[in-house]
């Protein structure tokens, strides 16, 4: 895990964390003679890389987050580091390495923002790294578009244990975030309803918005907000407000 990972304890239990647990689940209890790699895949904002540091947390997975600056050498360079080897010099010698890690250790791996190395064409180095492992369970996270890409190579494709999609948060999943991050005030059921619907299944949106109630009730001396009292405010959708002349 990196700096950049929510503790478990600060992990609000939605949907999608549940899932990304029961997707690594599968890779890690499946049958010897089937593949090991899943993919969970759907919108940015709708909490998958939460999930994935909760669940990497519960299973003690390698945890890596891909970045869109990374080459094969820097992906293999950042595994290593998670692993806590130091890099061989060669791209070739760092496969062998991390997949003797990951073999011995019995540990998942979670690859996040998995399409910056499709868009990269580097899908055969974690093919290359899965081999090595002799099989390790992987649970490759991304972007909606993730699946389609990754049919463009079809031997890596055709070690896809499952296929799973992220869903979009609904009013329990706002609700279960209510509880995590409003501290100060209560926000009523019926303005939840209202923010679960603007966020469109966003979990990011919800967060915003629960933050701007909390703030726009405390400035007005108030320690509850329902949907009468917020009236005709606007929540965040994510669209940027359009200039009027």
Same mark, same amino acid.
């Given at each position: 895990?990196?700096?950049?990972?929510p503790p !478990?304890?600060?992990?609000?239990p939605?949907a999608? !964390?549940?899932?990304?647990?029961?997707?690594?689940?599968?890779?890690? =209890?499946?049958a010897?003679?089937?593949?090991g790699m899943?993919?969970?895949?759907?919108?940015s904002g709708?909490?998958?890389?939460t999930?994935?540091a909760y669940?990497?947390?519960?299973?003690?997975a390698?945890y890596?987050?891909? @970045?869109?600056? *990374?080459?094969?050498k820097s992906? &293999?360079?950042n595994?290593?580091r998670? #692993?806590?080897?130091?890099?061989?010099?060669?791209?070739s010698d &760092?496969?062998?390495?991390? /997949?003797?890690?990951?073999?011995l250790?019995?540990?998942?791996?979670i690859i996040?923002e998995m399409?910056?190395m499709?868009d990269?064409?580097a899908?055969?180095?974690?093919?290359? #790294?899965?081999?090595?492992?002799?099989g390790?369970? &992987?649970?490759?996270i991304?972007?909606e578009?993730?699946?389609?890409k990754?049919r463009? *190579?079809?031997r890596?494709?055709n070690?896809m244990?499952? *296929?799973?999609?992220a869903?979009?948060?609904d009013?329990?999943d706002a609700?279960?975030?209510?509880?995590?991050?409003?501290?100060?005030?209560?926000?009523a059921d019926? #303005?939840m309803?209202? !923010?679960?619907d603007e966020?469109?299944?966003?979990?990011?949106r919800?967060?915003?918005?629960?933050?701007r109630?909390?703030?726009e009730?405390l400035?007005?001396?108030?320690?509850? @907000?329902?949907l009468?009292? *917020? /009236?005709?405010?606007q929540?965040? =959708?994510?669209?940027a407000?359009r200039r009027?002349?």
């Amino acid at each position: 895990m990196d700096q950049h990972s929510p503790p !478990v304890n600060t992990v609000a239990p939605l949907a999608n !964390v549940a899932i990304c647990v029961a997707a690594l689940e599968r890779a890690m =209890t499946r049958a010897h003679h089937l593949p090991g790699m899943v993919c969970f895949s759907g919108p940015s904002g709708w909490g998958k890389s939460t999930a994935a540091a909760y669940t990497a947390n519960r299973y003690r997975a390698y945890y890596l987050q891909c @970045m869109s600056a *990374w080459s094969k050498k820097s992906f &293999m360079e950042n595994l290593l580091r998670e #692993l806590g080897i130091k890099a061989a010099r060669t791209i070739s010698d &760092m496969i062998l390495q991390a /997949g003797e890690e990951l073999a011995l250790s019995g540990r998942p791996l979670i690859i996040d923002e998995m399409q910056y190395m499709a868009d990269k064409k580097a899908v055969e180095i974690v093919q290359d #790294l899965y081999e090595a492992s002799g099989g390790a369970p &992987m649970l490759l996270i991304g972007e909606e578009q993730l699946p389609s890409k990754l049919r463009k *190579w079809e031997r890596f494709h055709n070690r896809m244990l499952d *296929w799973v999609l992220a869903q979009p948060a609904d009013l329990e999943d706002a609700k279960a975030l209510r509880s995590l991050y409003v501290k100060k005030i209560t926000i009523a059921d019926d #303005l939840m309803a209202k !923010v679960a619907d603007e966020a469109r299944g966003s979990v990011r949106r919800i967060c915003v918005n629960l933050d701007r109630i909390e703030q726009e009730a405390l400035a007005f001396g108030t320690d509850h @907000m329902d949907l009468a009292a *917020w /009236g005709s405010r606007q929540l965040f =959708t994510g669209e940027a407000p359009r200039r009027r002349v």
